[in-house]
């Protein structure tokens, strides 16, 4: 047979530091999407707030909602109150 001058074949399992390496990517980028959803739940919360701001007495308490639960309240059960939150996302599924 002839020599084809190919060293010998390296490892088929990865080595610890490239699975280690994979596994703090994996965790990096869930850390990341955890705090994207969180970026965006906060964005849409004060899109929420400053719509109710915007209404007078009258109206807050025709849908079920005090001046101060605008202003301290919850605004993620403000938002699901009023139908505005992610009102997107539920008619898309």
């Known amino acids: 047979m002839t ?9 088929a ?10 596994a703090v990517l994996l965790i990096a980028l869930c850390l990341a ?12 919360e004060r899109r929420v ?3 109710l701001s915007e209404l007078d ?10 001046r101060a ?3 301290f309240g919850n605004v993620a059960t403000l938002a699901q109150t009023t139908g505005t939150g992610d009102h997107r996302r539920r008619r898309s599924s």
């Open 3 to 11: 020599d084809t001058g190919l060293g010998p074949v390296g490892r």
């Open 13 to 22: 399992v990865p080595s610890r530091r490239i699975a280690f390496g994979g």
């Open 33 to 44: 999407t955890v705090m994207l959803r969180h970026w965006l739940r906060r964005i849409e």
């Open 49 to 51: 707030r400053a719509r």
């Open 57 to 66: 007495d009258h109206l807050l308490k025709d849908i079920g909602v005090t």
């Open 69 to 71: 639960d605008v202003l």
